[in-house]
């Protein structure tokens, strides 16, 4: 039997998160994933088409907990701006990071090379135990303590259970915690190119009627991919050969970058959204995709995941200092309180403008295109949506 304070499912970049900064702090926990954890790429290795973009204040956490200075050099990119513009009107709108004095808004980063560095930094703590490939089957809620059965017939004793899992999370699911799904009738077409003009580490996105189309920087100077479109066009474009999909994806982007000289592998995700109606229950907290998802076209998920873990570690923290028992629901709702008050406008945020730009009648889309141009001119709202950018407007990195 293993014991510890808390155990979290799901090793992951938001579990892994919240177990670095459990283990920084010296609080036993257990991590278990089904998968094995991935290396870290090794120079010339390809680049997987899975990336994050993670902002400013996220890389500050990772940072100060030791992970991000492991990170190989080729698998991020900062950029430092933000373009975005609506193929159905005039409208058009820029976020600098100089705008309000930093030389960056944020990082595309490899998901298996940030995976990857944060267990590395996990492997120098004695507080961290990891183990994969494991789950957990069922477990039991006793009073100061709960049992968890893993498939393998051990048993994990924790204060606490985590379930950074997914959005199709078993951990939820067997705790009956309800949760609403959006279909946003859409699937993500990712994939790395080469363009003839560089990008110049500016992160860019253009709405189409069908959805966005993102070009974002990768540090080898090819751009990550993200085509949100709807299944069968997602289909389609997947299985053109490489040259065909290079002149329909250059014409989409409206060659702002030129030519697209080159084109990776392609892979075809659907796109669904998500809301836990509860992020904690007797002994259990949600934390990433299991307690919500948003739609790509804002490269927020992994930075609500990140701040899920920070707020989360936050409040296991403190109980524990203070003598409190971190798995009692009085101690995990602040948790809840603010993930939910910092996640719900976010996830609404982003239905809203999904529903904006997917629309096609010309009083909305005049309306849309004025809406971002009006703010575009606008000094001080501009900065304040900058700063959210970075993460300035999250309270679990302050």
């Not at 000289?261 to 892979?267: C, I, Q």
Request: charged share 20%; glycine share 10%; with cysteine.
């Amino acid at each position: 039997m293993t014991d510890c304070e808390v155990l979290i499912v799901g090793a992951g970049i938001t579990g892994a998160t919240l177990a670095l900064a459990l283990a920084d702090a010296g609080v036993a926990v257990t991590l278990l994933d089904r998968e094995a954890v991935p290396p870290l790429p090794v120079p010339g290795q390809p680049l997987d088409v899975r990336v994050s973009a993670v902002h400013a204040a996220a890389v500050g956490l990772l940072e100060r907990l030791g992970a991000w200075s492991l990170l190989p050099a080729g698998s991020h990119a900062p950029f430092g701006r933000i373009e975005v513009w609506d193929a159905g009107s005039a409208g058009r709108i820029g976020f600098d990071s100089t705008e309000i004095g930093q030389s960056w808004l944020g990082y595309i980063v490899e998901n298996r090379a940030l995976i990857a560095a944060l267990h590395a930094r996990l492997h120098e703590l004695p507080a961290a135990h990891v183990m994969v490939p494991a789950t957990v089957d069922d477990w039991q809620v006793r009073a100061d303590r709960l049992t968890a059965r893993l498939d393998d017939g051990r048993d994990v004793t924790a204060r606490l259970l985590v379930g950074a899992d997914g959005a199709a999370s078993p951990l939820r699911l067997r705790a009956g915690i309800a949760a609403q799904t959006d279909d946003f009738g859409q699937c993500a077409l990712v994939c790395h190119v080469a363009t003839e003009h560089p990008h110049e580490d500016i992160a860019r996105q253009r709405f189409l009627p069908t959805g966005p189309l993102a070009f974002l920087p990768l540090a080898d100077g090819r751009s990550s991919i993200v085509w949100s479109t709807t299944p069968p066009e997602a289909r389609r474009l997947a299985a053109l050969p490489a040259d065909d999909f290079a002149l329909e994806l250059a014409a989409a982007f409206e060659h702002r970058l030129g030519t697209v000289t080159a084109v990776s592998e392609r892979a075809v995700i659907p796109l669904r959204g998500l809301q836990a109606a509860r992020y904690v229950g007797p002994r259990l907290a949600l934390i990433g995709d299991a307690a919500h998802v948003v739609h790509p076209m804002a490269g927020l998920g992994a930075n609500l995941g990140i701040g899920d873990a920070a707020a989360l570690a936050g409040v296991v923290i403190a109980a524990l200092r203070s003598g409190r028992d971190p798995g009692l629901i009085q101690t995990l709702r602040p948790y809840e309180r603010a993930r939910r008050s910092q996640n719900l406008p976010v996830v609404q945020a982003i239905r809203g403008l999904y529903w904006l730009f997917g629309a096609d009648a010309a009083p909305l889309r005049l309306l849309r295109g004025a809406g971002l141009l009006t703010v575009d001119r606008a000094g001080p709202v501009k900065r304040l949506l900058t700063a959210a950018a970075c993460g300035q407007a999250d309270g679990a990195f302050r």
